[in-house]
């Protein structure tokens, strides 16, 4: 899992700690003692030290006990009568084994990247990591007792909404202004976000009372450290007071989608939805409407939700605070014209369509956002805007009152992309009108078919009814309010026909964009990523494995994230009846039915064991509050059975009832990794031998971590010419490339710090540009930093990793460092087998590139042992016609003619040409290019068969008598039998191949 077991850091001392002698007393106080502190070195020596106004030094309290005596003697030690200006500098004169070691610390620290040493601001745990040897530690135990879940100690308690509301209020008329404000965005949300997720872990273990305890659990809500936690579900019973209402929506989701009549799973989902609603209208910054800081935190099954505080709201100083929205189902909708305003100005930037409703009392308002939202004046005279569940349209294609449909919603890539293929549309019919009349378009200043002035006319038309599909009812309850005003079928009709469209149009380009190669996702991350640029909600994962029939790697990826998610829910079902006892065993049973052969429930042994150790105890009733829950009582019949069910309800496709066929398909090692980070589980690392019918035990499970969402904020500017820069370097504009992605670097450096995603993706594409200017050792400089960041913040298996190992290889080789470049493509290798899987075409391409390098080398039988693998990895995921494939017989033709065996190379090469005609046609620069390299084999065959014929005429009429050799049809060991060291064809070997995301070159 990417851990050196046997690497262990040199051992300086064994603790230092503060001193029980604290305080200070005051007579030593005078005399310039400042601190105490106990120390230990590595050969169990107990060193008292003085930390004083003139140095530290040894003080004699040592010599009354080990770590100190009953009383203390301040006065120098008379066998370390030395000075020190620092504590190291002390240790090192007493110690000689510190000092040694030490060095050697610092030598290694020096020899690490320096980003190595740079704090995130978010806390990262990654999935798989080793066991640490849990010693006595007193710095830990002041540590532990001194925490306050977030708070920050020392200092008065955030406010969080006040920090929040005045950092979007700073200006930001030039640019110095611009970074400020943005540096200190970055910092408070990060700071947020930090402090909810662990405000949130206290709340799960019941660390913080709740505000209302004589409610039911779900409806349990806290306050703490400013921060308002509720739990994600809807509660059963609703206040009917309005102000009990509005004050409950402060934090709560629930009250929304209870309100719509769904389900807990569809609230579960809406807490989400409200996130993104969140950052939609944050990101617009319309001058006096606020939202929330909000974070969505998954921990050991509960979801919380976590949101800064309206100032007023939960003190009831602002009775009436609701100013806009409804609470009571669209029964009485309350209208403000100042709220309102600002709200057109977000839905014209959010293209939002401003329609008019009609509540139950049968009043008409205009309204430009879900009839759900509400709008709440603060005690400090803010306009916030709340619960944001449905800022886009329902999604038509899905049944309403379906789970996978009652909470969904289109995207807003979804709805960009509808606009622009309507607009094409009707552009194309204004044209071809326009040609059948033959009338010159000159006149009232318009130009011969001006697209973009057509596209900027119609672009005040794009905006979309938020509240048409389902306006009347939802989840079988009746709303009070409706829809009403001219235009509604035309509204209904658009987002209908977006629905169409993305069925029709958007999931097919999709998959060709797969299949092509020009998006290649290597896990279900990547893949999820990728349908949301292109506005595909991940329920309609089903669909596109359907329609990627002719794509197998896609087809793996869809059921291997289908089967991730399924198993999420029903850990996450589990796990919060589970109690603290049992979490461990619960985890490790799930892993084993999913991967292993699990035939009888554990719930019966733990049972045996639990009713014996209660007999011993005397029958404590404590045992029976510590619950086993329903997830040792699973087998891997029966979790599989819930899988299918899961998949089936959510994404509407039918998984098969072979499971060890579907987990060799999808991989075991890849699917574990996928489990683990969804459910926020951290296992051991280890040897896992997954043919076993229980994989993992207890033991396995070392921790259940938070996985958190939340509304951090981006430099917008920074980004934008990041973008900016990545287009320049396509577009092979390269010097101005790299000014503005240095540009970028440097703005990104300022706002968002080192340790960030963005910050990692500019040192990648400076990278890219460093090796097209011909600067390897730059690009390698380069892309380690960004190897660097990224193991920092998303774990050292995360894909973008692979990717910048994959880079490495391609920069080592440029500089004639063959050696180190297989060293990193192993690196990526194993990083991309554990991730997606060993049949993956990054794999082969990795394969591919291989070879080249020991082509260089003139190990040709280990490249061709490579091409082959690269080889049946393309034929199986990607088709015998594919670009792909063909690269890889015109690298085994290369490698083979070098080799001598001229027959077999032609032979190959003229499947390459095959294959790039079919695809590409006679016309093609490929396919030229291909001709060229297919007369050279031809060429060189030849020239083999004559000197065959030659040789065989010589031994026709000497005296001795030898045999021939015989190439097989498509071998490669009798070609083997060949070898001539030092002749190679005139022509050199292909480049190193890979696809624009690889960083390296074009094909053959």
Known sequence: FGHDLSYKDPQCLKSVTYSSFNPVPSNRRLQGDLAYYDVVLSDDRHLCVTASARGFFVNKSVVAGAGGGTALDAAHHDGWPQLGYTMVGLLSIISAAFKRNWAKLMQAHIA?????????????????ALES???????????????????????LTRDWNEEHQSCRELPMANRRERILRERTMFKISSDFVEAATQGAVAVIDRCIPPINPMDEPSAHMYVYNSIFFSYASPSKEAPDDADAVVAVTVAAVGDAATEEGLGDQATYASSNQDLIGVQMYSATETPGLYTLATAVIDYRGFRIVAQSIIPG??????????????????SKFVWNEDFHAKLSKAAALLHIKEHEIEDGAGERHRVCVPVECKGILGSDNRMYLLDLIRVTPKDPNFDESDESGSAGVLRTELL???????????????????????????????????????????????????????????????????VVGEGVEADEAAVRGAGQLLGDKIIPSLVEQFKTLDISPVDGKQLTDAMHTQGINVRYLGALHTAAANVPYVRVLCE????????????RGGLMRTGPSFLAASCAHVLNCLLGRVTDS?????????TAASGKSGGNSAVELDSKGPLLSETSQSLWSVVQQQVSRRFKFTLGDDRHEILARVSPLPLLRAVCQRGGLQIRARELDLTVAHPLASEDILDIFPVTKGTIFQCKEGLEMLVAGK????????????????????????????????????YSTLAMVYYHLGDYASALAYQQKGIVILEKIHGFDDPEVALGYGNMVLFSHCLHQNRRALLYMRRAEYLLR??????????????????????????????????????????????????????????????????????????????????????????????????????HFTARSKIAQQSKAQIEEDISVSSHTLKPVVFAQGGVREAEKNITNGDVPSSPPPPMIGRGKLGAISGS
């Open 416 to 482: 960009r992309n509808y606009y622009i293929h309507h607009t094409k549309m009707e552009a194309s019919a204004q044209e071809l009108k326009g040609a059948a009349a033959k009338v010159p378009v000159i006149e009232n200043g318009v130009g011969d078919g001006s697209k973009e002035e057509l596209k900027s006319a119609d672009a005040s038309e794009f905006a979309f009814n938020v509240n048409i599909v389902g306006a009347h009812k939802e989840g079988g309850v009746a709303r009070a309010w409706k």
């Open 602 to 610: 554990k719930a019966d042994k733990l049972k045996k064991k639990k």
């Open 112 to 128: 690490r990247d320096p980003f190595e040493s740079v704090p995130h601001h978010l806390t990262v745990t990654s999935w798989a």
């Open 560 to 571: 291997r994230e289908m089967i991730t998610r399924a198993v999420k829910h029903v850990l």
């Open 727 to 762: 287009a320049l370097m396509h577009m092979s504009n390269l010097h101005r490339a790299f000014e503005v992605l240095h540009e970028a670097l440097h703005l990104l450096h300022h706002t968002c710090g080192p340790m960030h995603e963005s910050t990692a993706s500019a």
């Open 133 to 155: 040897s849990h010693t006595a530690d007193v710095s830990r135990v002041e540590d532990t007792m001194s925490w306050c879940y977030g708070m920050e100690t020392g200092s």
């Open 313 to 330: 709201i939960l003190q009831g100083e602002q009775l009436g605070s609701l100013i806009y929205g409804s609470v009571d189902n669209g």
């Open 834 to 935: 554990i991730i997606g899987g060993a049949d993956h075409p990054d794999v082969a391409a990795l394969y591919i590139n291989t070879a080249m390098i020991y082509l260089d080398l003139n190990e040709i039988k280990t490249a061709l042992r490579y091409l082959h693998r690269a080889l049946t990895i393309n034929e199986s995921v990607l088709g015998s016609q594919h670009a792909s494939t063909a690269t890889t017989y015109h690298a085994t033709a290369v490698a083979l003619s070098m080799m001598k065996a001229a027959p077999l190379a032609l032979k190959n090469q003229q499947r390459c040409h095959e294959i790039l005609r079919d695809l590409y046609g006679d016309k093609d620069h490929r396919v030229i290019d291909s001709v060229q390299w297919l007369t």
